[in-house]
């Protein structure tokens, strides 16, 4: 007997009267192991920083948002690359105008929908399921869902809010269809498409599970046509030109590399080959299972089990050629492959989920102990792997920490190297939103801006050709206010605390971010990022370590 030729809906075995006693501990354990992934992601949402720092958020917040911070509703049905957007844009302007603009509320309302999407895969496993096994799956969920990979979602959750809110309208809409509840599944992707384009396939993934659930004809065409209009909309009025990281080369094998590596993104953090060969293997095992259901309903007046898990593995499926249709291998990128950026990894997640589902539920001799054990080597394998990814959130985005500085003292040609438009500036003060807050701080040993400083007691540091061991340099040449200043320090072995920028005669006029790395200069993280107000002539640089004032050269790129 082949793989495909295992009865689709299997008589599942009752548990005698005594059985259950036995499985209660693995359950009870299963269990407070699934919430595990939850509070490492929950803590990690609490240690996110406050600022906004992608320029998403900010191009936004812009578009939508008048001078004196009123909502500017004809912006909000406007695209953002190329695709709908009209929930994350309420989601902005919501956040900067009654939040003040708080990067952690996206970061614990990210962790929230995922969790909320592991809740509803739960709910579509079939309630004949042995207890042991749906726990075992619901653990994995939670761990590949909230995979480390995933970090970057919830560290800075403007990606989160983007993407999640449309997956989760997606697996929505299918836990309605497997429940029979079409209208609501139909409301749900309608939603899901107001929110990313990220939810478009789930109409094509609907039909396939109405058609195998035995449905009726309504269930197949009325999602197929749909999703066939949604599509013939989004290409009629999206913009025309390429977006970011976009191509309109042929490029096959490229873009069959990125199909691969979305799909297979969870077992690799920077290896795209890796991640292609996972790909691969979770397509088959979906490909496989799917065309299991497929002669199981052609064949078996029952219908197949798992209708919409194969609708899952359908639109994680779709979800990953639209990356691969929009995007190829050629861009600088991590792994040199657009599938391993961070957001995609709920791609690589649904596909995994629906695999692991469909081989248990087609492979119902399975002993729950070998269920239990593949499940958690996979998640704790792929968990483990992604930890490279999480630890390097933080560092790559620590030079965008200037951003609260260059905003608040209206350093707009720093702004523009940081990628953020400085006209957003008029609508975030209107709106109160940080760092037009009152708490806004530079967070340097208590100097706050237009305090000032005893400049001549600042201790003159030597420029990068000395040999002494405390010694630094400001790179940027010529250094003026409202540019993005640049440069390194050591103290000796010892990281600075701060930087600060004062105008001639020492007031603070701003600052911004140490610990930064520098591989080109010896020494841990030496390197700063700073800005100053606008029309500050022959600025000075000045290092905080502990007490003592510290003053840079400015010499030029060592």
């Known amino acids: 007997m082949t793989f495909t030729d295992i009865p689709a809906e299997p008589a599942w075995p009752r548990a005698s009267p005594g059985a259950g006693t036995g499985r209660r501990p693995a359950a009870i354990a299963l269990g407070l192991l699934t919430l595990v992934p939850l509070l490492l992601a929950v803590v990690q949402a609490a240690r996110a920083p406050r600022m906004h720092l992608l320029l998403d958020y900010w191009h936004v917040l812009a578009k939508i ?148 659930a035995r449905r009726g004809r309504a269930a197949v065409l009325v999602p197929a046509a749909a999703g066939i209009g949604v599509l013939a909309f989004w290409f009629a009025t999206k913009p025309s030109g390429p977006q970011s990281l976009a191509t309109s080369a042929l490029d096959p094998s490229g873009r069959l590399s990125v199909l691969g ?35 199981a309903r052609l064949s078996d007046p029952a219908g197949p089990a798992g209708a919409a898990w194969v609708g899952l593995g359908a639109y994680a499926l779709m979800l990953a050629g639209m990356l691969a249709l929009g995007r190829t291998t050629d861009a600088p990128v991590p792994g040199g492959n657009v599938g391993l950026i961070s957001r995609y990894v709920l791609v690589s997640a649904l596909a995994t989920c629906a695999a692991l589902t469909l081989l248990v539920l087609h492979r119902p001799r399975l002993p729950r102990r070998r269920v239990i054990a593949l499940v958690l080597t996979i998640s704790f394998v792929t968990y483990a792997i992604g930890g490279t990814k999480a630890s390097g959130v933080d560092s790559g985005y620590a030079p965008l920490g200037v951003t609260a500085v260059a905003l608040r003292v209206g350093a707009e040609d720093a702004l523009r190297e940081l990628r953020i438009e400085p006209g957003v500036r008029p609508a975030a003060q209107a709106l109160g939103a940080y760092p037009f807050t009152g708490d806004f701080s530079l967070g340097c040993g208590g100097h706050e801006l237009d305090d000032r400083l005893d400049l001549p007691a600042a201790v003159p540091l030597p420029g990068p050709e000395s040999p002494s061991p405390s010694r630094g340099v400001v790179d940027t040449a010529p250094a003026a206010g409202g540019v993005l200043l640049s440069g390194w320090v050591t103290l000796d072995g010892r990281q600075p605390d701060c930087v600060l920028v004062a105008d001639g005669i020492g007031t603070v006029v701003g600052g911004g971010v140490t610990g930064l790395p520098r591989p080109d200069v010896p020494g841990p993280a030496s390197g700063w990022r700073a800005a100053a107000a606008p029309g500050t002539t022959r600025p000075t640089v000045v290092i905080l370590a502990g007490r003592t004032l510290h003053r840079l050269t400015s010499t030029g790129v060592p």
């Not at 962790?111 to 994995?140: C, E, N």
């Open 65 to 212: 948002t008048g001078d004196d911070g009123s909502l500017v509703a004809g912006k909000i049905a406007s695209y953002h690359l190329d695709q709908p957007f009209v929930l994350p844009s309420l989601l902005f302007w919501l956040d900067a105008a009654i939040l003040g603009g708080d990067n952690r509320v996206f970061s614990v309302l990210t962790v929230a929908f995922a969790v909320a999407i592991v809740l509803l895969l739960g709910t579509m496993l079939p309630s004949t399921l042995d207890s042991g096994k749906k726990w075992a799956l619901t653990s994995g969920f939670a761990f590949l869902v909230l995979s480390s990979h995933a970090a970057e979602l919830w560290v800075q959750a403007t990606n989160g809010i983007s993407w999640v809110p449309a997956v989760l309208c997606s697996v929505l809409a299918l836990r309605q269809a497997h429940r029979g509840r079409s209208c609501a599944a139909y409301a749900s992707a309608a939603v899901g498409c107001l929110c990313f384009g990220a939810a478009f396939p789930v109409w094509f993934a609907l039909a396939l599970t109405g058609w195998l």
């Open 261 to 295: 590596a979305a799909l297979g993104c969870l077992w690799s953090a920077e290896l795209a080959v890796v991640a292609v060969l996972a790909g691969g293997a979770t397509a088959a095992v979906l490909l496989l299972t799917g065309w299991s259901a497929v002669r």
